[in-house]
């Protein structure tokens, strides 16, 4: 036999050898294909969609035929066209209208979801919107505002509203590379954002329109009792943990829960969803258990189960069902019917085919950080509770067994989150581990029951009761949140990662997690060199806004920001990006004045610049058409409007610069203006061609 002959005998037992774990490579493959969809520069057409669907149709006929070593090579390869499919499939189908224009005017619309943004307003949802002459063809169909005004109506599931508001389209990265809001927006519906200080107006009474409004009316109204019987945080707390609505908890109590790695207990994930099942479980299982018909001759477990599920149901529709909890309630409801059918609840078999599910429903959630957390935890934390079954426990006393349990799952699923939690959020507990073992059990062992049993004497008017035990717990929790987050160096801050950083992590920890044999150790290198590169990332040496509101220049001391109030969500993303815990007063005192960048800001201190030199950059929040024929690099918001946010890194032969546009591409969710205005050039800031990458 051959070389040729002898690698591929060697490939092929190595392949044969996976065979009882490949569906675990399902939605591997299926994310690999979505991933790629999001990573492509230009929009995939009918015809290559149709040559991708003819493409994969092929792959899983010749996998039917094909001999076993090689078959599943072609089904893996045909699960990746169809996850480009599945992508371009749910990107199309929740199409909308976007609006194309800075809007100010009124804006009457029917409340359909209410949060906190980012500045601790209340923000609105509105869906059936209307705007001042704007056709209907071309009104997006879902709205967002924040509420800056005075006094008003108070804002109810359902109630039509009218005010006037300020709307723009959703706006692009606020650095080339960066979060992607407008995709974000696309898959939220959302086809305009805004504020308004106008208060509100009642145009018509909430009526039930269709059942997702009346469960809302259900949600709204027991956070408010929840928040009548518990005041202040621990209301809040309460509030988002049982019917998903933040928008009572302070942002200091916020702040608080992200420094110590806690804030996780905010958000209505597996935690919370599995701690309810297995209390509704073992409930169901001692009553069942109490007679001796139901005890011997009914299947206890699985009607358990059962009722377990319809109870995880129900929490998914009063949590306001959004993408985390679904990926819960799928990941529960996969178990629980493993149990109804006699098999093994938690495997990897059963993550995998949970993941296989969220994707196929909603491809867009691989992106975004509750997706990879959550089964990055899961998967990790089915691995090693796999592994330690193995080994002889005899050694630790019965009562020390709990105890280890919850330490060994913390600090397992602190560990397969921290990298993920660090590359989407720039920051790290230094002391999370331990404020997740004195908190994380109490959610188990008095929170959760407290709030099903106030769940069950609400009917009777005593679930003051149940709330107050619950509270107990929370008060506790917010405790250790502000203890840790006081103590000296509790939170560090890192480089935000290139764009191969988390595939690469992904990749090393599925080989090291669900490959079969010795070759599982080369998810270990791979891994490393995923840290390697996110250690070895560089920040832009200058970031402009794509407003030309905020300039940001790389100093020694870190990065200078032009401005010490402006465009604040724009300084706080650079400043996490580069590492950086300080705000954004604090870098405005590092701007270096008359250096290479000059920041002019408003009419007046455009009309007092006196020119530029050849090398320098100038960068003007005005239109600045006077400045064509400057030596210098000049960028305004006319430029800036067709490039996005720009970053600049410097070179042998000058700037190299990088815009927004070129990164987002020409996709569905991007609405850039024409790359070549349709104005007499003259009209237009100019950027030396020679500079461009």
């Not at 991708?52 to 699960?79: D, K, N, Q, S, Y």
């Not at 056709?135 to 169909?141: G, N, Q, Y």
């Not at 359902?158 to 508001?165: D, E, Q």
Request: contains cysteine; proline residues 7%.
């Amino acid at each position: 036999m051959g070389l040729c002959g002898r690698i591929s005998n060697s490939a092929g037992k190595v392949l044969l050898a996976q065979r009882g774990g490949l569906i675990c490579w399902v939605p591997v493959c299926l994310a690999a294909g979505v991933g790629s969809y999001f990573s492509l520069a230009t929009e995939p057409d009918l015809p290559v969609l149709a040559g991708l669907a003819a493409t994969a149709l092929l792959m899983l006929v010749l996998a039917r035929f094909l001999p076993e070593p090689v078959a599943p090579l072609a089904l893996g390869t045909a699960l990746c066209l169809i996850g480009v499919l599945l992508a371009a499939g749910r990107a199309h189908r929740v199409a909308g209208p976007v609006l194309g224009w800075r809007y100010y005017g009124p804006v009457e619309g029917r409340i359909v979801a209410m949060d906190r943004s980012q500045s601790d307003a209340l923000r609105l949802t509105l869906d059936q919107v209307r705007l001042a002459r704007v056709s209907p063809a071309r009104t997006p169909d879902r709205v967002r505002l924040s509420l800056h005004g005075g006094a008003g109506i108070t804002p109810e599931p359902g109630l039509r509203v009218m005010t006037t508001a300020h709307l723009s389209p959703p706006a692009g990265p606020v650095e080339p590379g960066g979060f992607d809001f407008q995709r974000h927006a696309w898959f939220a519906r959302l086809g305009a954002v805004g504020y308004t200080r106008v208060p509100l107006l009642g145009v018509a009474e909430a009526r039930d329109g269709h059942a997702g409004l009346a469960v809302f009316r259900i949600r709204m109204a027991a956070s408010a009792r929840i928040r009548q019987v518990l005041p202040g945080d621990i209301g809040g707390f309460a509030a988002a943990i049982t019917t998903g609505d933040r928008s009572a908890i302070s942002r200091e109590a916020l702040e608080a829960l992200r420094a110590s790695n806690l804030a996780h207990l905010l958000a209505i994930s597996g935690l919370h969803m599995g701690l309810l099942s297995a209390v509704v479980l073992g409930a169901l299982r001692l009553l069942l258990a109490a007679h001796p018909v139901t005890a011997l001759r009914w299947p206890a477990k699985g009607i358990a189960a059962g009722g377990a599920l319809i109870a995880a149901a129900g929490y998914l529709a009063l949590s306001g069902g959004n993408v985390a909890t679904e990926r819960a309630f799928i990941m529960v409801g996969v178990a629980l019917g493993a149990l109804m059918i006699g098999r093994r609840a938690l495997s990897l078999r059963a993550v995998a085919i949970a993941a296989t599910l969220v994707l196929i429903l909603r491809p867009e959630a691989l992106t975004g950080p509750g997706f990879q957390m959550s089964f990055a935890a899961t998967t990790a934390l089915v691995a090693v509770f796999g592994w330690l079954r193995a080994v002889d426990m005899g050694w630790l006393p019965p009562w020390l067994k709990p105890a280890f349990a919850v330490f060994v799952s913390s600090a397992v699923a602190g560990l397969a989150t921290a990298p993920i939690a660090a590359a989407h959020f720039n920051t790290i507990a230094h002391y999370g581990l331990i404020a997740n073992l004195v908190s994380v059990p109490l959610m188990g062992v008095l929170i959760i029951p407290a709030a099903v049993a106030a769940l069950v004497l609400a009917p009777f008017g005593a679930e003051a009761l149940g709330l107050w035990v619950m509270g107990l717990g929370l008060r506790w929790i917010l405790g250790v949140a502000h203890w840790i987050a006081g103590l000296e160096g509790a939170r560090g801050y890192v480089v935000g990662p290139g764009g191969w950083v988390i595939p690469l992590l992904a990749l090393g920890f599925l080989l090291l997690i669900l490959w079969q044999g010795r070759l599982r150790l080369a998810g270990l290198p791979v891994m490393a060199l995923a840290l390697v590169l996110w250690q070895g990332a560089q920040r832009p040496a200058v970031l402009i806004s794509d407003t030309g509101a905020l300039v940001g220049v790389m100093t020694p001391q870190g990065r200078a920001l032009s401005r010490e109030r402006t465009a604040g969500f724009v300084a706080r993303n650079w400043l996490e990006n580069d590492g950086d815990g300080g705000g954004q007063l604090e870098a405005a005192l590092r701007w270096p004045e008359g250096g290479k960048v000059i920041h002019l800001s408003g009419k007046r201190r455009l009309a007092a610049f006196e020119g530029c030199a050849p090398g320098q950059i100038v960068v003007v929040s005005v239109p600045a058409a006077d400045l064509a024929q400057a030596p210098c690099d000049v960028f305004d918001p006319l430029l800036l409007k067709h490039t996005g946010a720009l970053a600049l890194t410097p070179g042998k032969q000058g700037w190299t610069l990088t815009t927004a546009r070129e990164r987002t591409g020409d996709r569905l969710w991007t609405h850039w203006p024409p790359a070549k205005p349709e104005a007499a050039p003259d009209q237009y800031v100019r950027i030396s061609p020679t500079r461009r990458p």
